[in-house]
Structures are given as C-alpha cells and as structure tokens.
C-alpha cells in the first residue's frame, strides 16, 4: 500500500531557482529515502535520513523530517535543466521488513 | 557500484502468452523486490523476496508468480498475460547489512511491457 503523499504532484521552475517538494507518511518509520527518476528509467537513491536525525545535506540537496508530524522535504537548491525528472519519497518502517513504501511523486520541471 | 540488470528493457506479448522477466544483480544483497509502475498510481509491489528460494506477497501479486532460484536472480512471471499487466516494471536489491544505507534500493532500468 502506498502510504505517502507527495506535494506538490508537479512543479515548474526556472534554473536557478530552488525547488522544495514535501512528503507525509502514516506510520512510524526507521528512516525515510528520497529517490530520483529520470523518464523511461529506474529509480536512483539520492539520500536517507534516519528517524532520529532531523536534517541532512547531500551536495544541492538537504532533506529534513519532522517525525512528530511525519513529514519530511526535500529542497533542492540552485536547481538545473538536469534535475528535471520525478522525485520519490520512500519509508522503511520500524519494524525494519526491508519494504519500502513509495509515495505518489512529485514531477519536477526544470527550465533552461 | 551495485548494478541490477534486467533482461529486456522493451517486450511486446500477445494476451495468454506466459511471460517472464529476469533481474539479476551483483551485490551479494539478500532481498529483491519487483514492482509495476504506472501514471497515477505510483510504484505498487507485486513480490519481494529476502532470500533464495523465499517469497512474499506484495500489494499486487495476482497474475503474477516469481522465483528464486539463485542469490543473484529473481524472476518475474506472468501465468497468462492480460492487456491490464501492459505497465512498467522495475526490478530492485537492497541489504540489511551495512549501517551506512539500511535498505536502500538499487534498481533495474525497468522493462516496459506492452501485451497486446
């Protein structure tokens, strides 16, 4: 089952400017993942964070999580023509299955 | 770099033909899953598997079987294939082990599957 929701489901922005997209799960998590897809292709993991972490930077990318109200975001700053493609949040419970459970996705457009 | 290959990235099949999707990959990784992929509905999980010869059900699993013969392998079946299994699949591995990146999933390319 799908338990996140993604927001916004599209965002358009110019290159340059920075793109936040936001993520609620339902359920308690042991981490939170962000991927990226790129049209037609597999997924790509971009960065994890742990449920007892609140903030993390991986290069242009800082991912927060806010477990008290399940949510999480993730800002990619100084955005490029690159970066288009569509971003996914994925959480992996507590009781640690090893399933990933998806959200929805937010498509992200990046023009030149 | 972990790499999960999988065996066609295009497949045309004709409605009952039996079909099957091959993924491998070469990390060692005890888990695999496979999922569809389509507009508006996201990833949903057909099978996963956290071991040789083990599977579990995922979200969508009618229609669908697998197999896990081997650590680097996990197949993908379709008994009889119907015009609504026309989707995107994707393949992936993870691992429990290493305290680095619990669980992440390395992915396939994906194969789009159209039945006809």
């Known amino acids: 089952s799908q338990q996140g929701e993604e927001d916004p489901q599209a965002l358009s922005i110019q290159e340059g400017e920075n793109a936040t997209m936001n993520c609620s799960y339902k359920t308690s998590i042991n981490n939170l993942q962000w991927y990226r897809q790129n049209s037609g292709r597999g997924l790509v993991h971009l960065i994890l964070i742990r449920s007892n972490e609140r903030e993390k930077h991986s290069g242009r990318l800082r991912v927060t999580l806010d477990t008290s109200k399940k949510s999480s975001s993730l800002l990619i700053t100084a955005s490029r023509a690159a970066d288009t493609a569509s971003y996914f949040c994925a959480t992996v419970s507590s009781s640690n299955t090893g399933k990933l459970i998806f959200g929805q996705g937010t498509t992200l457009q990046v023009k030149p | 770099d972990v790499k999960v290959t999988q065996s066609s990235r295009y497949l045309v099949k004709r409605t009952g033909e039996k079909v099957f999707l091959e993924c491998v990959q070469d990390m060692d990784h005890e888990n695999m899953f496979w999922y569809r992929q389509d507009p508006g509905l996201g990833l949903r999980l057909i099978y996963f598997?956290?071991?040789?010869?083990?599977?579990e059900k995922g979200d969508i699993p009618e229609g669908y079987s697998v197999s896990r013969e081997k650590k680097e392998r996990f197949s993908l079946i379709l008994e009889s294939a119907s015009t609504n299994q026309t989707s995107m699949y994707l393949c992936?591995?993870?691992?429990?082990?290493?305290?680095?990146?619990?669980?992440?999933?390395?992915f396939g390319p994906g194969t789009r599957l159209t039945v006809l």
């Open positions: 598997s956290y071991d040789v010869k083990m599977k």
């Open positions: 992936a591995s993870s691992s429990a082990r290493g305290s680095q990146r619990p669980y992440t999933q390395y």
